[in-house]
């Protein structure tokens, strides 16, 4: 393949995300039924202390995912077929690795630039391909809450804001309760009167054992970020070429139209509104710019150019 | 060419960092430079610069740089450290750089990844699927890391050539793409004494090769491992039985 001169830019993409649903990320559990916040060690003022925040991990998650789902746009891809699991968990998951003695690697060295090339998602997020690892192009930031205990993780922009509000302020418990569907009037009929009978004795049973009816309603609790709360979500693309950076902003539109942070989305948590910035970096210092919404044409072009040789690297199940 | 000189670096730090060794500066240099295609077309200018020395010989390969109008290395190493240890075994000598002093408190994190099946579904993906074992195994992988405000390193090199690489470093150690190590500003300051491989007292500053120490007659009560040496510190290569703390009797050699 002729390898093309692109100009490569350091530049980094940051955004103020604010919560328009609760925002939930599972970490401990406090007996068993509060599901607390994921949290990490932070310094504060000198101290150390355990607060909240949202990995990178699962921002990058959401973000390879919309490029993978960009790209196949862009080419037309929709089956992954028999053979394409291998492919299919390289684009979406990132690989797995897997060494066997004797086994060859599944691309050879000296395609490093037809890899890169032909999925930009991979040259973007990184992957592994049977024991070889490709070092991914973008650095995702953890999401950071906007608050004065996370002022020294925050960029310069972001100072006021986060003096204005504590971590505590942003907390908020919300409890759900499950009842047994054996106990709901509703369902009764739709189930076997012996499997009801069954249930009453039992439950009468645990009355005279004094052990409660601990089974007809479960109460659980979920810690989260009130709705309303601010977060930092930042990326840096370290010398993309101008189809890597056009596939990133692709995914990121993608990203952008329901852009989701955290879990429960299917429960109503997670939604955010999501407004992006670019900066060039020259070294430390960022000097802000247009998004560069014109690489997005350039990746189109390539993709669609070399939409066939994709395809068949995928249905050959040679990745 | 100025000289090289005695300096603390250190890093200040954004988040926590996920570090599986005590990292030394030289690695994060060399990584650097690496990864960043302006300093790996100056390190080729380098190597170039290098050959020319070694086929014409120094002032021939000045000479001929000179009129060709290119700038000269400002230092004669792939990274801009002194070397320690040039000469007494081949391939022995270790960069002039201390290992990390951290102080700081350490945690968990887990790493979890899985197969999508729900998504497989979507894009028509048929077949048995085993996410038990193999490539497409679920994960949960704990990483331990570390908070703390920053890193520090006693170095013997170039001022100025660190800072430029360093200004492009923006993140260190395991994880620097899934939001750990990340770097809020580099400081580079001088100190009087070079304490990069041995302290003035005497004290290991950082791995060195046992062989190398008994061939410069360094003798003293070592802390030994088996360890990388030199960068590239993932790569087996440079692996050696080295002295990784401890004391030398007596600075005769170096």
Same mark, same amino acid.
């Given at each position: 393949?002729?390898?093309?001169?692109?100009?490569?830019?350091?530049?980094?993409?940051?955004?103020?995300?604010?919560?328009?649903?609760?925002?939930?990320? $599972?970490?401990?559990?406090?007996?068993?039924?509060?599901?607390?916040?994921?949290?990490?060690?932070?310094?504060?003022? $000198?101290?150390? +202390?355990?607060?909240?925040?949202?990995?990178?991990?699962?921002? =990058?998650?959401?973000?390879?995912?919309?490029? &993978?789902?960009?790209?196949?746009?862009?080419?037309?891809? +929709?089956?992954?077929?028999?053979?394409?699991?291998? =492919?299919?968990?390289?684009?979406?998951?990132?690989?797995?690795?897997?060494?066997?003695?004797?086994?060859?690697?599944?691309?050879?060295?000296?395609? +490093?630039? +037809?890899?890169?090339?032909?999925?930009?998602?991979?040259?973007?997020?990184?992957?592994?391909?049977?024991?070889?690892?490709?070092?991914?192009?973008?650095?995702?930031?953890?999401?950071?809450?906007?608050? &004065?205990?996370? =002022?020294?993780?925050?960029?310069?922009?972001?100072?006021?804001?986060?003096?204005?509000?504590?971590?505590?302020?942003?907390?908020?418990?919300?409890?759900?309760?499950?009842?047994?569907?054996?106990?709901?009037?509703?369902?009764?009929?739709?189930?076997?009167? =012996?499997?009801?009978?069954?249930?009453?004795?039992?439950?009468?049973?645990?009355?005279?054992?004094?052990?409660?009816?601990?089974?007809?309603?479960?109460?659980?609790?979920?810690?989260?970020?009130?709705?309303?709360?601010?977060?930092? &979500?930042?990326?840096?693309?370290?010398?993309?070429?101008?189809?890597?950076?056009?596939?990133?902003?692709?995914?990121?539109?993608?990203?952008?139209?329901?852009?989701? @942070?955290? $879990?429960?989305?299917?429960?109503?948590?997670?939604?955010?509104?999501?407004?992006?910035?670019?900066?060039? @970096?020259?070294?430390?210092?960022?000097?802000?710019?247009?998004?560069? &919404?014109?690489?997005?044409?350039?990746?189109?072009?390539?993709?669609?150019?070399?939409?066939?040789?994709?395809?068949?690297?995928?249905?050959?199940?040679?990745? | 060419?100025?000289?090289?000189?005695?300096?603390?670096? /250190?890093?200040?730090?954004?988040?926590? !960092?996920?570090?599986?060794?005590?990292?030394?500066?030289?690695?994060?240099?060399?990584? /650097?430079?690496?990864?960043?295609?302006?300093?790996?077309?100056?390190?080729?200018?380098?190597?170039?610069?290098?050959?020319?020395?070694?086929?014409?010989?120094?002032?021939?390969?000045?000479?001929?740089?000179?009129?060709?109008?290119?700038?000269?290395?400002?230092?004669?190493?792939? !990274?801009?450290?002194? #070397?320690?240890?040039?000469?007494?075994?081949?391939?022995?000598?270790?960069?002039?750089?201390?290992?990390? /002093?951290?102080?700081?408190?350490?945690?968990?994190?887990? %790493?979890?990844?899985?197969?999508?099946?729900?998504?497989?579904?979507?894009?028509?993906?048929?077949?048995? #699927?085993?996410?038990?074992?193999?490539?497409?195994?679920?994960?949960?992988?704990?990483?331990?890391?570390?908070? /703390?405000?920053?890193?520090?390193?006693? #170095?013997?090199?170039?001022?100025?050539?660190?800072?430029?690489?360093?200004? #492009?470093?923006?993140?260190?150690?395991?994880?620097?793409?899934?939001?750990?190590?990340?770097?809020?500003?580099?400081?580079?300051?001088?100190?009087?004494?070079? *304490?990069?491989? !041995?302290?003035?007292?005497?004290?290991?500053?950082?791995?060195?090769?046992?062989?190398?120490?008994?061939?410069?007659?360094?003798?003293?009560? %070592?802390?030994?491992?088996?360890?990388?040496?030199?960068?590239?510190?993932?790569?087996?290569?440079?692996?050696?039985?080295?002295?990784?703390?401890?004391?030398?009797?007596? *600075?005769?050699?170096?």
């Amino acid at each position: 393949m002729e390898q093309t001169k692109w100009k490569r830019t350091m530049m980094a993409i940051e955004a103020l995300a604010t919560a328009l649903d609760p925002i939930h990320q $599972g970490g401990e559990t406090t007996g068993t039924t509060l599901s607390e916040l994921r949290r990490e060690k932070v310094i504060v003022n $000198g101290s150390v +202390e355990y607060l909240p925040v949202i990995s990178a991990n699962s921002l =990058a998650h959401h973000l390879r995912e919309n490029c &993978v789902f960009w790209v196949l746009d862009q080419i037309g891809f +929709e089956h992954f077929g028999k053979e394409g699991e291998r =492919a299919f968990n390289l684009l979406f998951r990132g690989g797995g690795r897997a060494t066997k003695i004797g086994s060859e690697t599944y691309i050879d060295l000296h395609s +490093e630039h +037809e890899l890169r090339s032909l999925f930009p998602t991979i040259s973007l997020f990184g992957g592994t391909i049977g024991n070889r690892m490709e070092k991914g192009r973008v650095r995702v930031e953890n999401v950071i809450p906007v608050c &004065v205990e996370m =002022a020294h993780r925050l960029p310069d922009w972001l100072q006021e804001e986060a003096s204005r509000l504590s971590i505590a302020d942003m907390l908020d418990e919300l409890s759900f309760t499950a009842t047994d569907p054996r106990e709901n009037s509703d369902y009764r009929d739709l189930l076997d009167p =012996a499997i009801v009978e069954a249930y009453r004795r039992d439950q009468e049973e645990r009355l005279k054992k004094d052990e409660g009816g601990a089974e007809m309603k479960i109460r659980h609790t979920v810690e989260c970020f009130a709705s309303g709360s601010k977060f930092y &979500v930042g990326f840096i693309l370290r010398y993309a070429n101008p189809v890597e950076v056009g596939v990133f902003l692709g995914g990121l539109s993608y990203f952008a139209s329901a852009p989701l @942070l955290g $879990g429960k989305t299917n429960r109503g948590f997670g939604r955010v509104r999501f407004e992006p910035r670019q900066y060039e @970096l020259v070294g430390f210092t960022r000097v802000e710019g247009p998004l560069a &919404v014109e690489t997005m044409q350039i990746a189109h072009e390539h993709l669609v150019e070399n939409a066939e040789r994709i395809k068949q690297f995928i249905q050959d199940g040679v990745l | 060419m100025k000289d090289a000189e005695p300096l603390l670096v /250190t890093a200040w730090l954004r988040d926590p !960092i996920i570090l599986d060794r005590n990292q030394p500066l030289d690695g994060i240099l060399a990584a /650097t430079i690496i990864e960043t295609p302006e300093l790996r077309e100056k390190d080729r200018h380098y190597r170039h610069f290098r050959r020319n020395v070694g086929k014409y010989g120094e002032a021939s390969a000045r000479a001929y740089w000179a009129s060709k109008g290119w700038e000269l290395p400002a230092h004669p190493y792939f !990274i801009p450290l002194k #070397v320690w240890g040039m000469g007494h075994g081949h391939g022995l000598w270790v960069y002039c750089s201390s290992w990390a /002093t951290v102080q700081g408190e350490s945690g968990v994190t887990y %790493f979890n990844s899985h197969f999508d099946i729900e998504l497989a579904e979507r894009f028509h993906l048929r077949g048995k #699927v085993s996410t038990g074992k193999g490539e497409l195994k679920s994960e949960h992988i704990p990483l331990q890391y570390t908070v /703390t405000e920053k890193l520090s390193w006693y #170095v013997l090199g170039w001022k100025e050539e660190i800072e430029k690489i360093l200004s #492009v470093t923006y993140a260190l150690a395991k994880k620097r793409n899934r939001g750990y190590g990340g770097v809020r500003k580099w400081t580079v300051e001088s100190v009087e004494e070079d *304490m990069s491989v !041995i302290a003035p007292d005497g004290q290991i500053m950082r791995p060195i090769p046992l062989t190398l120490l008994e061939k410069m007659n360094l003798r003293g009560n %070592f802390q030994l491992a088996w360890t990388t040496y030199r960068p590239p510190y993932w790569d087996g290569r440079y692996v050696a039985r080295c002295a990784v703390g401890g004391k030398v009797d007596r *600075m005769n050699g170096s």
